[in-house]
């Protein structure tokens, strides 16, 4: 808990990709790197965070609400294994933001 509390969020470089997951920003990390995503949302906006690695089935990490800025801030995740991790955003507004994290 206290390196999750004490990781700063990270924030991709183009905003997330609405509703096509091949069109994600990509944000770059190493094996065993704890990372926060931090991103732009519509704000006040409810979200289910998935995860999934490469071509793997999502698995739901939890519930986020846009703040009144629309922003979002993840929940922390270590990375223990290489790969590409797609994070999806289900919104309560019926859009789907994408992130995607490279894990060398």
Do not use: C, H, W
């Amino acid at each position: 808990q206290e390196t999750a509390d004490q990781t700063p969020p990270t924030r991709p470089q183009d905003p997330p990709s609405v509703n096509a997951i091949g069109q994600a920003p990509r944000v770059p990390a190493t094996r065993g790197d704890t990372v926060r995503l931090r991103s732009d949302a519509e704000a006040g906006v409810t979200y289910r965070v998935l995860v999934k690695r490469n071509d793997g089935p999502y698995n739901f990490i939890g519930v986020i609400t846009a703040n009144a800025g629309g922003g979002v801030t993840l929940p922390a995740v270590q990375f223990d294994r290489r790969g590409v991790y797609t994070f999806a955003l289900q919104g309560s507004d019926g859009t789907t933001l994408y992130m995607r994290v490279d894990v060398a």
